[in-house]
């Protein structure tokens, strides 16, 4: 593609691993507090705090909302980026300096929207590990110039490999 920001580094580095990271088993009581912020001023769902009613749901048993994030206050292990650098979060460079690649050096930056796949919910007792990883480039032309469509994607899972939720993420740099 002429005019083409994609390198080659940069092809090659798709599918790369961006970072990861381990929860601390998540407790019932991590389940309760979640649901009491998100739910507040609202009573939250019984199935996130009675285990009693819980039992009789479907999820038989407590089970967390869908949009709890067990890493919100501490994780058990964090890895560093593959290429060791501490890399600016506001940097548009950012995914390519984790993964020690030029990166395509274009100056501004926006979110491009995500998408979620829910899997099973989260329950007391789990450890839930993130992989964030690159997925794709795409570019396209727009009214300011060429646009480069990059997409993450963060898969959480159980220790036994059951898919809790998957995230894929867009940011738009030109």
């Given at each position: 593609m002429?005019?083409?920001v994609i390198s080659e580094a940069m092809r090659a580095a798709v599918g790369s691993e961006l970072g990861r990271r381990v929860s601390?088993?998540?407790s019932e009581s991590d389940i309760r507090r979640w649901a009491l912020a998100v739910y507040w001023p609202e009573q939250p769902p019984r199935l996130f705090w009675d285990?009693?009613?819980a039992v009789g749901t479907r999820h038989r048993g407590i089970v967390a909302p869908e949009d709890f994030n067990p890493f919100?206050?501490?994780?058990a292990e964090v890895s560093a980026s593959p290429s060791g650098a501490d890399v600016d979060g506001n940097d548009p460079d950012r995914t390519e300096l984790l993964l020690g690649?030029?990166?395509p050096g274009l100056k501004?930056?926006?979110n491009g929207g995500l998408t979620v796949e829910y899997g099973e919910r989260i329950r007391p007792g789990d450890v839930i590990t993130?992989?964030?990883r690159l997925e794709s480039y795409s570019e396209r032309e727009g009214r300011l110039g060429l646009m480069l469509m990059t997409v993450t994607e963060d898969?959480?899972?159980r220790a036994d490999g059951t898919l809790i939720k998957r995230t894929r993420t867009t940011l738009i740099r030109y």
């Open positions: 002429p005019g083409t601390y088993p998540v285990a009693e009613h919100a206050w501490m994780c690649i030029p990166g501004f930056q926006l993130s992989v964030n898969t959480w899972t």
